[in-house]
C-alpha cells in the first residue's frame, strides 16, 4: 500500500470501528439506567409498539381496579345497613310478641310501644344514610351498583338496589302501624315475619354482588400482573448480561483508541524516506 499524507485510511477504519463500538456502548449503558432493552421507538419499532399497548391495557385495568374497589366498599355499607335492619326487625318482634299479652298493664304496653316506635325509627334512620360515594343502595328508589370489568369500559357488572326502607319493598312494616293493643300487636308481627324474610332474601342478593365483586377484582388483579410481566419479557434488559457487555465494550473501546492513535501517527513514517 502507497504511503500518503493526503489519505489515510488505516485511521479511518480504526475510526469507523471506534465509532461502532462507542454507539454500542451508549446503547449499553442506556439499558443499565433504564433497564430497558427497548426504550423507545427507535430501539425496536415493533416491539415498542407492541409494549405501549400492553401498557395501555393496564392502565385501563387500573382504573377497573378503582371501580370494583368503590362497588365493593358501596356493597359493604349496603349489607351492613342490611344486616342491621334485620337485626332490628328481631327486636321489634320481640317487643311485639310481648305486645301480644292480653294481661299487660296500660303502663307496660305504653312502653313496649314506645319502644317499638323508636327502634322503627331506627330502621330509617339507618336506610337513609347507607351511602358510600353519593350511591344508596337500600333506600326507597335506591340506585344500584355498578362497577367496570375491562379496559375500555364496555363491559359493567349490576348490583341491584334492595328497598329496605319503612313500608317499601321488603320491610312491609308501615310507619303508622303500632302495638298499643293485643290484636294490633297481632298484626305487627305477621308484617314483622313476612319483612325480616324479604330483608334475609334481600340480603342474600347484595352477599351474591358482593361475592362476584370480589371475584372479578381478583381475576383482575392476576389479568393486570400476567400483562405486567409480559411487558417486561418483551422490553426489559437482562442487567447481568448488560454488565458483562458493557466491561467488553469498555475495553474495546481502549484499545479503539489505542487503533486509532497507532494509525493517526502512520503517515509520520513518511518523513524518515526524506532523511
Not at 342490611?82 to 310478641?97: C, M, Q, R, T, Y
Not at 294481661?103 to 312502653?111: E, F, H, K
Not at 308501615?174 to 313476612?194: H, R
Not at 400482573?225 to 437482562?238: K, R, W, Y
Amino acid at each position: 500500500m502507497a504511503f500518503s499524507v493526503n489519505t489515510n485510511a488505516g485511521a479511518f477504519a480504526a475510526l469507523q470501528n471506534l465509532n461502532k463500538t462507542t454507539a454500542a456502548l451508549s446503547t449499553t449503558q442506556t439499558q443499565i439506567n433504564t433497564g430497558l432493552k427497548v426504550s423507545s421507538a427507535k430501539d425496536d419499532a415493533a416491539t415498542f409498539a407492541i409494549a405501549q399497548k400492553l401498557r395501555s391495557d393496564v392502565a385501563g385495568l387500573n382504573a377497573v381496579k378503582g371501580s370494583l374497589d368503590r362497588a365493593t366498599s358501596t356493597i359493604d355499607v349496603a349489607i351492613a345497613a342490611g344486616e342491621a335492619v334485620s337485626d332490628l326487625l328481631i327486636e321489634l318482634k320481640e317487643k311485639a310478641v310481648a305486645a301480644k299479652d292480653s294481661g299487660l298493664d296500660t303502663a307496660s304496653r305504653a312502653s313496649l310501644n314506645n319502644d317499638f316506635t323508636q327502634l322503627r325509627s331506627q330502621i330509617t334512620s339507618i336506610v337513609q344514610n347507607a351511602e358510600f360515594n353519593g350511591t344508596n343502595a337500600v333506600t326507597s328508589g335506591g340506585t344500584a351498583i355498578v362497577a367496570i370489568t375491562n379496559d375500555t369500559g364496555a363491559n359493567v357488572i349490576s348490583i341491584a338496589a334492595q328497598d329496605l326502607s319503612v313500608s317499601g319493598t321488603n320491610v312491609t312494616l308501615t310507619s303508622s302501624q303500632s302495638i298499643g293493643t293485643a290484636t294490633a300487636a297481632g298484626s305487627v308481627v305477621t308484617a314483622i315475619e313476612s319483612s325480616i324474610a324479604n330483608v334475609n332474601d334481600a340480603l342474600s342478593a347484595l352477599g351474591s354482588g358482593a361475592k362476584r365483586i370480589e371475584l372479578q377484582r381478583n381475576f383482575v388483579d392476576k389479568l393486570s400482573d400476567s400483562i405486567e410481566v409480559g411487558v417486561g419479557n418483551l422490553v426489559d434488559a437482562d442487567l447481568a448480561k448488560t454488565s458483562a457487555n458493557l466491561q467488553s465494550l469498555q475495553v474495546k473501546q481502549q484499545l479503539g483508541l489505542q487503533a486509532l492513535s497507532i494509525a493517526n501517527q502512520a503517515p509520520g513514517t513518511v518523513l524518515s524516506l526524506f532523511r
